[in-house]
């Protein structure tokens, strides 16, 4: 597929709590550097932070509040016509703590893009900063994904590396990883709303890395 630099494709970014990456989205998309026309911020619970921050920024905004819906099914097809009827081609999830079933997921095969806090398929699931101090790993980083039916399982569209430094604690070590997501998570999404990613097997080529990992210096 070649690319289409001209084409502002139409997204929306899900999220749960304060969206420090939608802002990064946001930004790039404002700033000529994501082709994405962001058609809206959604979040699952109201009182999300983030969603007063995309106003702030001139983004619609909604609430799909999952405690309405009997089961994670009947949310995800009310999640998935909401987002159709606004148009939307792909789907960034930006700290969205919801797993999508394939309820959801079939109806965007393939669009739905994820950022994790660690090098996939190390740490999958929750709190992977501190499962990777705790596991004593020495490189950590962060890995923007293509959503599938597992949980952080989809195939891997770029990484960034981190190092683990001796005095880290959780909350040092995911305030350096969130750095790297700012930077890494509209690269990626660029690559595949400008058709440079595919798709081969388990393997996305065409894109390009944020970088060389850190040397035994760096943050």
């Known amino acids: 597929m070649s690319e289409r630099p001209t084409e502002r494709v139409p997204i929306a970014i899900l999220i749960s709590g304060r969206g420090s990456n939608m802002v990064s989205l946001v930004t790039a998309a404002q700033e000529g550097r994501l ?75 393939g669009r ?28 950590t980083g962060c890995t923007v994904h293509f959503v599938d039916e597992g949980v952080d399982t989809g195939p891997i569209v770029a990484q960034a590396a981190v190092r683990v430094r001796d005095d880290d604690t959780e909350e040092t070590l995911a305030a350096r990883i969130l750095e790297q997501e700012h930077r890494l998570y509209p690269l990626a999404l660029q690559a595949v709303l400008t058709g440079r990613a595919r798709v081969v097997g388990r393997r996305v080529v065409g894109v390009e890395g944020p970088g060389d990992p850190p040397g035994p210096d760096a943050g």
Do not use: C, K, M, W
């Open 112 to 139: 739905v893009l994820n950022i994790h806090p660690a090098l996939l398929p190390s740490f999958p699931g929750v709190h992977a900063q501190r499962q990777a101090l705790e596991y004593g790993a020495r490189v």
């Open 35 to 109: 082709s994405a026309d962001v058609r809206v911020v959604l979040s699952n619970r109201p009182d999300a932070p983030g969603l007063a921050r995309a106003s702030d920024l001139g983004i619609p905004t909604a609430v799909l509040d999952h405690r309405a819906f009997a089961t994670r099914e009947a949310f995800d097809a009310a999640l998935a016509d909401e987002l159709e009827r606004r148009g939307v081609r792909f789907v960034a999830l930006a700290g969205f703590l919801r797993v999508l079933t394939p309820v959801f997921l079939r109806r965007f095969a």
